[in-house]
């Protein structure tokens, strides 16, 4: 099908960008990548009156390491981000996941703020982003906030974003020495949704205890899922099959997926047992490296 | 409201009055003529509508033409020059790489940018990069052999 009338503006400034979404509130999307958008409004799913383009602001798209952070400009595209040897060195997890998002021509286009904006519980980043702790920066006319990735995924395609706000940056902090990550999925067909998919990070202590675990889950919910109590139950323990094991069986009483035509919840629920026990596994050999 | 757009197709210089909504895909095909590019899905998944955005593949159903001012294009009409085709067009001609030829134009725009990146590809390459382009005729098999042909000739050649 094809999309309904709308008004597009293609702002040259963040800053006219964003006045055009105050102007216009509900009434108004803003374009990254389009990759998700496009087909919802192909599809008359989304009809918004005003379309605000993104794509001009060269702006919003950088990475940059600063102190124990790596701050991502929201309209860097995926494929930038897949090549990017800061994400490749200090956001590890991110760069395992990436390659499991759709296929070449949609990361030609598609965002890392879109991703996140879009809040698809499905997708592979929201998940990354929640298990690295990210903070993500939303910006207004009215000014700038902050808002931890916890906070940030609201419900099924819902943030916690102001009908006037841009999400502008992702910030993520790069995990001290002795950290390994592992990102895992199993999807019926290369670059389809995943079944079921989990971003993982173990940080260890100098006697090879773990000190801190992440784990969060993509198609787990209405948002992306953490299970703070498996990864609480892991720390001051060393980790190896039986306690990764251990965790895998409380993670999977922690996610609430739904089903469907593909996997049966069951069936889901086994996925991120098997997922867990070798992501954590596999995670604990990269902090030992 | 229209907009104004000036692009390069095909090494063509174009310049026209679009309205907001119409996808880049509808502008190829029905303003500027160029029918090769497919449209199949329109949501982004099939990968008929395939083209190379300044040398990247991108689907044309997912863009807006008011967004491709000052951009080049290729479509599957610029593969080839001089009415020769290009070594993966041959190899797809030689493999027996399509039959109804819908999916066609979209995976050579996309293999065509997939053998530039990765000269050298292994078939799990290839089967990884075929796999945002659906064909329903060929089985994909005789696809995997066209590019494998077309990356060993196009290798071999000084």
């Not at chain 1, 997708?123 to 700038?144: F, I, N, Q």
């Not at chain 1, 808002?147 to 902090?173: H, M, Q, R, S, Y």
């Not at chain 1, 209405?222 to 099959?241: F, M, S």
């Not at chain 2, 080049?72 to 190899?91: C, N, R, Y």
Request: charged letters at 20%; aromatic letters at 4%.
């Amino acid at each position: 099908m094809k999309p309904a009338p709308f008004r597009y503006a293609a702002p040259a400034s963040l800053e006219e960008a964003l006045a055009l979404k105050a102007e216009h509130g509900d009434e108004a999307k803003f374009l990254a990548g389009g990759q998700s958008l496009v087909p919802a409004m192909n599809f008359r799913l989304a009809q918004p009156a005003v379309l605000i383009d993104l794509n001009g602001l060269d702006a919003l798209a950088y990475v940059k390491a600063e102190g124990g952070t790596v701050r991502i400009g929201a309209m860097t595209r995926y494929h930038t981000l897949q090549r990017d040897k800061t994400i490749g060195s200090k956001v590890a997890l991110m760069a395992e996941a990436l390659p499991e998002v759709a296929h070449p021509a949609i990361r030609n286009r598609g965002t890392l703020g879109g991703n996140l904006s879009h809040a698809d519980p499905a997708s592979e980043l929201p998940a990354v982003v929640l298990a690295l702790g990210g903070t993500l920066h939303a910006r207004s006319k009215k000014g700038a906030r902050a808002i931890t990735a916890k906070d940030f995924f609201v419900g099924v395609l819902t943030t916690a974003l102001a009908n006037d706000e841009l999400l502008a940056e992702i910030e993520l902090p790069v995990f001290p020495p002795r950290s390994g990550t592992c990102f895992l999925e199993v999807a019926r067909r290369k670059g389809d949704y995943a079944m079921m998919g989990v971003a993982c990070a173990v940080t260890l202590d100098a006697g090879g205890a773990c000190s801190d675990v992440h784990l969060a889950y993509c198609n787990a919910g209405e948002t992306p899922v953490a299970a703070p109590k498996a990864a609480q139950a892991l720390k001051g323990q060393r980790l190896d099959d039986k306690t990764a094991r251990d965790a895998a069986e409380m993670a999977k009483g922690e996610i609430r997926p739904f089903g469907n035509v593909h996997a049966s919840v069951d069936y889901q629920r086994h996925l991120a047992g098997v997922l867990t026990r070798r992501a954590l596994i596999a995670a604990y050999g990269r902090a030992r490296a | 409201m229209s907009h104004k757009v000036s692009l390069t197709v095909n090494g063509t210089a174009h310049t026209r009055e679009v309205e907001a909504r119409l996808l880049l895909s509808d502008f190829l095909r029905h303003d500027l003529g160029l029918t090769g590019t497919h449209v199949g899905c329109e949501h982004g998944v099939c990968g008929a509508c395939t083209i190379l955005l300044d040398g990247v593949p991108v689907r044309s159903c997912l863009m807006f033409a008011a967004q491709i001012n000052g951009k080049s294009i290729t479509t599957v009409e610029g593969l080839s020059a001089d009415g020769k085709l290009s070594p993966l067009q041959e190899a797809f001609r030689d493999a027996h790489g399509l039959q109804c030829g819908y999916c066609t134009p979209g995976i050579l725009t996309t293999m065509t940018a997939f053998l530039a990146e990765t000269p050298k590809p292994s078939e799990g390459d290839i089967r990884e990069a075929l796999s945002g382009n659906l064909c329903r005729c060929t089985g994909y098999q005789n696809i995997v052999d066209a590019v494998k042909l077309a990356a060993e000739r196009m290798s071999a050649k000084p």
